[in-house]
Every structure is written in structure tokens, then in C-alpha cells.
């Protein structure tokens, strides 16, 4: 059954260490998303990538990096820079049509202390 | 950046209606909802393209009106199972103007649907 993959489902780390949540693909998507969910706030974008070999910045980048060398990953670094990084962390995937939903794996819930 | 969604909470009885508003500040693409129960992933429930459609689903439905940025998603004659957080998403033109991609959400709307 085709579906999106992330892994783990907790992540435990240690304050000042880098952290990549993975997120895999095999629905054949174009686009690739990453969101960010705390309590009250929603779900916030933190970087999306339509095509292979680019990816733009979301509203909430700062302390994130990713990277989308293959079309069905799009893996996500929380850096030490990320002031507050405890959170459900969300991937999701579309087709590259306007009129495509979005497609969510089952999310990482972080915990940083 | 983020659409607006109104109201933050709602609370039913089975078979009472609710209407759940998402509105934006910048020109629309197209408006998304889906539902997340408690835990889980979201899940997709509707899109609506400019052109101000209105689609349905069963006891759901949404319309879109462009020109005011804004969407409304019905639910009508409520089941337990309607019960979640509801979230709209909006999808306008990215930086270069030319094309879709950046889909942003609201901060939710919780339905709480009691016997």
C-alpha cells in the first residue's frame, strides 16, 4: 500500500545535539511538506519542496534544515539553533496538481531536554 | 501569513449544525479542510478551487468566496464521529507569483460532538 513513512514515532534528545526526522514517500508525489504542531497553534510550515534538488522556507525555518535529493525523501534537521524544538512534527506529500490534497504521515512527536 | 478559523471551539449535541469559518488576508488558490482526531494524522476532507464552488460530502460541505478570501465549512445533522480539530488550509501564490506550492493552516477549530 503506498503511504508516507516517518520514523521514529518518539524521539528523545538532548539539548544542544542535532536531531533528523525522517520522512519517506511512495505515492510517487511531487511536493514534500513539513509542519510543525505545538497546542493553539495549529499546524505551521517549515519548509516545502515541490521538485527534486529545491526547496523553499516556510514561515517557521529558522533552526530547520532540509534536503530533498531523491524524490520520495524529504528529511528534516532540527539544529541546536532552534530555541524551542519539543513538538509533533508532521510530513506530508501531494501530487503536483493545484487541486491535490495533502497526504500526512503519522508524525514525530520530539522531545528535547 | 496563517488563514484565520472561527470560531477556536465549538461544542454539539448529535444532529445540532455548525459552521466553522477560515479566512485569509492575501489572494487564494484554493481553500483545504481536513480533520484530525486526537493523536493522529490529519485527513483529508475537501478542497475548493477560486470560483467560488461550493462541494459537498455526505453531511459536510465548504464553500469559497474569492473575492472576500474566505471559506466555510458546514456540518450539518452532527454525528460522535465528527468530533476532532478542524483546520483549513490556504494555498496562494508563492514568491514568484506564478506558481502553488505554500499551503498554510489556521490554528484549528476543536469539535466536541456529544450523545
Known amino acids: 500500500d503506498g503511504g508516507i513513512t516517518q520514523s521514529p514515532k518518539y524521539l528523545f534528545r538532548k539539548e544542544g545535539q542535532n536531531v533528523t526526522l525522517s520522512c519517506e514517500q511512495n505515492l510517487n508525489h511531487d511536493a514534500m511538506y513539513w509542519y510543525r504542531q505545538d497546542p493553539g497553534q495549529g499546524l505551521r510550515l517549515i519548509y516545502y519542496?515541490?521538485?527534486?534538488?529545491?526547496?523553499q522556507k516556510g514561515d517557521i525555518a529558522e533552526g530547520y534544515s532540509v534536503s530533498r535529493e531523491k524524490k520520495e525523501s524529504f528529511p528534516l534537521t532540527v539544529t541546536s539553533a532552534q530555541k524551542n524544538p519539543t513538538a509533533f512534527y508532521l510530513c506530508?506529500?501531494?501530487?503536483?496538481?493545484?487541486?491535490?490534497?495533502?497526504?500526512f504521515g503519522n508524525g514525530t512527536r520530539l522531545t528535547v531536554t | 501569513q496563517q488563514p484565520v478559523q472561527s470560531p477556536q471551539a465549538v461544542i454539539l449535541r448529535e444532529g445540532e449544525d455548525a459552521v466553522i469559518n477560515c479566512s485569509s488576508s492575501?489572494?487564494?488558490?484554493?481553500v483545504h479542510w481536513y480533520r484530525q482526531k486526537h493523536g493522529e494524522a490529519p485527513v483529508f476532507l475537501m478542497i475548493l478551487l477560486k470560483g467560488g464552488e461550493q462541494k459537498g460530502h455526505e453531511k459536510i460541505s465548504a464553500s469559497f468566496n474569492e473575492k472576500k478570501q474566505q471559506s466555510s465549512l458546514y456540518l450539518t445533522a452532527s454525528q460522535l464521529s465528527y468530533s476532532g480539530t478542524y483546520f483549513c488550509g490556504t494555498e496562494g501564490p508563492n514568491a514568484g507569483g506564478t506558481s502553488y506550492g505554500k499551503l498554510t493552516f489556521g490554528q484549528g477549530t476543536i469539535l466536541t460532538v456529544h450523545p
Open positions: 506530508a506529500s501531494r501530487a503536483g496538481r493545484v487541486s491535490s490534497p495533502l497526504h
Open positions: 492575501k489572494a487564494l488558490y484554493s
Open positions: 519542496s515541490q521538485i527534486v534538488n529545491d526547496f
